[in-house]
């Protein structure tokens, strides 16, 4: 399955970006999305995931300013970003798999569960 990210780029302190992936190809009842971010040097961290059921967990980094969503119509997820901060600059990455998740669950492991991952999108936050 290939996952086609887009809407980095870079914003202010304070400011928004929305973040779109588009899994091709990906049509199952059951499935687990998400959004991992990471920064060079430091490992990848988990910032949204969302099951099939819609029920979402995020980081306690972006609970507040950060929403995950998707919309079965478009087959699109997305990530949308408020309130940036400068530690909010990173690579961010979609994920998927097609089995069920605990949302919860899967915060804390590095996004070892997901099988399918997009190229990767710049997010910069300036101060």
């Known amino acids: 399955v290939r996952l086609v990210e887009s809407g980095g780029g870079s914003a202010q302190t304070g400011g928004s970006l929305r973040l779109s992936c588009a899994p091709s190809g990906y049509s199952h009842t059951e499935y687990c999305l998400g959004w991992f971010r990471q920064v060079s040097g430091k490992e990848r961290e988990a910032v949204a995931i969302i099951d099939s059921d819609g029920s979402a967990s995020y980081a306690d980094s972006v609970k507040g300013r950060f929403s995950i969503s998707e919309d079965n119509a478009k087959n699109t997820l997305y990530l949308q970003m408020n309130s940036l901060k400068p530690e909010d600059t990173a690579i961010y990455y979609c994920?998927?798999?097609?089995?069920?998740?605990?949302?919860?669950?899967?915060?804390?492991?590095?996004?070892?569960?997901?099988?399918?991952w997009g190229q990767g999108t710049q997010v910069t936050v300036s101060s």
């Open positions: 994920a998927a798999d097609r089995r069920a998740c605990f949302p919860l669950r899967l915060l804390g492991n590095g996004g070892t569960f997901f099988t399918d």
